[in-house]
């Protein structure tokens, strides 16, 4: 039965596209007889539809950039199956439309987050981590939420720390009106104390970028990645993702350790990772989280 909300609706306008183009994907007609609405758990209308056994996960992205932004997706989601060998969803196809694109993706089945399903997490993180590059950066840009990232690559970490995730944000806040030219001088004081607080030098790894937990699938086959935001990065700026929104049991960060070290400083330092996080809710009209990044800068200046 067809059980919709404001995400499936807006799907189900273009049925038939996406029901065309499953269909060439299995080689065999394929009709949508069932509909899970996931508005509330993506940026974007979205919705598990399901015909006989076999389903895809289905999501809608408006605007002239939506088609690049799947686009880059698609690439992310393939970089870290192919470099690191973690598991990411089965693209079906990307679908143009008016005003738009369509990205569908084999569907996945989720279970309980156990015990062994975070330390899985925590072991998959380290396994992507492994996975080393020659720079800081990625060949291709790619999206966090809406907002494209620069991934033109350079040789220090914290330089493209400062100039790919927080000057832009920092410049967009500004010239939005949501961030007062005060505010961004006392951010922009973060520059020049980078080499002080960031910590030891790291290799260039690959990194998922936006790896907080509901990113991170607990299926039957693993953990599944999902939405990236991909390059080669600190992979400390994973770990101090994964529980930005809610608390992760301490299993993840040990079953990681079983694999690659966590500097013990980590955890001091993580609140400075999450200064991008901050910035984008500027840039996302979600209201400035002061507090938050005044904490930062009382820690780090």
Not at 255 to 276: G, K, N, V
């Amino acid at each position: 039965m067809l059980s919709l909300g404001n995400a499936g609706r807006e799907l189900l306008d273009h049925r038939d596209e996406i029901e065309a183009s499953v269909s060439v994907y299995l080689g065999h007609e394929w009709y949508i007889s069932e509909i899970q609405d996931l508005a509330e758990k993506s940026s974007h209308p979205s919705a598990v539809l399901s015909g006989g056994d076999f389903g895809v996960f289905a999501k809608l992205g408006r605007g002239r950039y939506a088609a690049e932004q799947f686009r880059c997706e698609t690439v992310g989601l393939s970089a870290m199956s192919a470099m690191a060998g973690v598991l990411t969803p089965t693209v079906v196809d990307c679908l143009s439309i008016p005003n738009g694109a369509l990205l569908v993706l084999k569907a996945v089945r989720i279970i309980e987050r156990t015990k062994t399903a975070w330390e899985e997490a925590g072991r998959s993180l380290a396994r992507l981590h492994s996975a080393k590059g020659p720079r800081f950066g990625f060949d291709e840009d790619s999206y966090w939420g809406d907002f494209r990232q620069n991934n033109r690559p350079l040789d220090s970490w914290n330089a493209f720390f400062w100039e790919r995730w927080i000057e832009p944000r920092i410049a967009y806040g500004l010239d939005k009106g949501h961030l007062t030219v005060d505010f961004a001088r006392e951010v922009e004081r973060l520059a020049r104390r980078l080499d002080t607080v960031c910590g030891p030098c790291v290799e260039p790894s690959l990194v998922h970028g936006d790896a907080h937990q509901n990113n991170i699938l607990s299926t039957p086959e693993g953990p599944v990645f999902v939405d990236p935001n991909v390059h080669f990065g600190h992979p400390e700026l994973d770990l101090a993702f994964v529980d930005y929104f809610q608390p992760v049991p301490e299993v993840l960060f040990s079953a990681y350790a079983e694999m690659l070290p966590i500097d013990e400083d980590f955890f001091d330092r993580r609140e400075l990772w999450r200064m991008p996080f901050y910035l984008a809710m500027v840039e996302g009209h979600e209201g400035i989280p002061q507090d938050q990044m005044r904490a930062v800068l009382d820690r780090f200046l």
